[in-house]
């Protein structure tokens, strides 16, 4: 048990995890969903708007934030503003991924998160 971690420094490493990958992450994740899901034949371009990786850095962002206060304190309030604070990232994050647009040979295609 002297060698184990402790429940405050997995915290902070899960909090170190999610800063290196939140990058990589915000930049790639809403390009990939875009391409993979919403191309279809007649797109002559695809383009995913900025405020897709915006708020995709701000939903991982929270994320990060929930696990550097976890770490620092613990208590019953904590978890609770910690499980609401995830939960809004969660849909933020699904948010973010919805907008496209796309340009067809016949029509523009606006796909907007709030349509």
């Known amino acids: 048990m002297l060698h184990a971690l402790s429940v405050r420094a997995k915290y902070f490493i899960a909090a170190l995890i999610v800063a290196i990958l939140t990058p990589f992450l915000a930049f790639f994740t809403p390009l990939t969903i875009s391409q993979t899901f919403y191309a279809h034949r007649e797109d002559v371009v695809l383009m995913t708007p900025p405020s897709n990786f915006i708020m995709l850095l701000i939903a991982l962002g929270l994320i990060f934030v929930v696990f550097i206060v976890l770490g620092l304190k613990r208590n019953p309030n904590i978890y609770t503003l910690a ?19 796309a340009i067809q040979k016949d029509q523009i295609v606006f796909q907007q998160y709030h349509h």
Do not use: N
């Open 83 to 101: 499980c609401v604070i995830i939960i809004s990232s969660i849909v933020l994050g699904y948010y973010s991924l919805l907008s496209y647009s």
